[in-house]
Nanobody, 124 residues
């Protein structure tokens, strides 16, 4: 089992920045592919970003490329999502997820463990 706890969400004005954190416990963190998903009101959950075991490979949703950066610190069992130049359309509940896959994955059902989510609200 893996437990994931997100933090760092909040209210920010358009153009601002937030950094989300996700602390993991219960399994060797460095053997997990980590991802971030989000769900806006009335919309389906969507993939945002993912990072490989060692952090050398990342993958992003097109609309966040150049604005969001996913990173991980395996010594701290934590994955981060740095979000810059935020837009109102980034408003959503953001979820951290962990996958037992050996390669980066972007599909929801390829992730095995989920956090409870953290709200990000971007005002215009």
């Amino acid at each position: 089992q893996v437990q994931l706890v997100e933090s760092g969400g909040g209210l920010v004005q358009a153009g601002g920045s937030l950094r989300l954190s996700c602390a993991a416990s219960g399994r060797t963190f460095s053997s997990l592919v980590m991802g971030w998903f989000r769900q806006a009101p009335g919309k389906e959950q969507e993939f945002v970003a993912a990072i490989s075991w060692g952090g050398s490979a990342t993958y992003y949703k097109d609309s966040v490329k150049g604005r969001f950066t996913i990173s991980r610190d395996n010594a701290k069992n934590t994955v981060y999502l740095q979000m810059n130049s935020l837009k109102p359309e980034d408003t959503a509940v953001y979820y951290c997820a962990a996958s037992l896959s050996i390669v980066i994955v972007t599909i929801r059902n390829q992730y095995n463990y989920w956090g409870q989510g953290t709200q990000v609200t971007v005002s215009s």
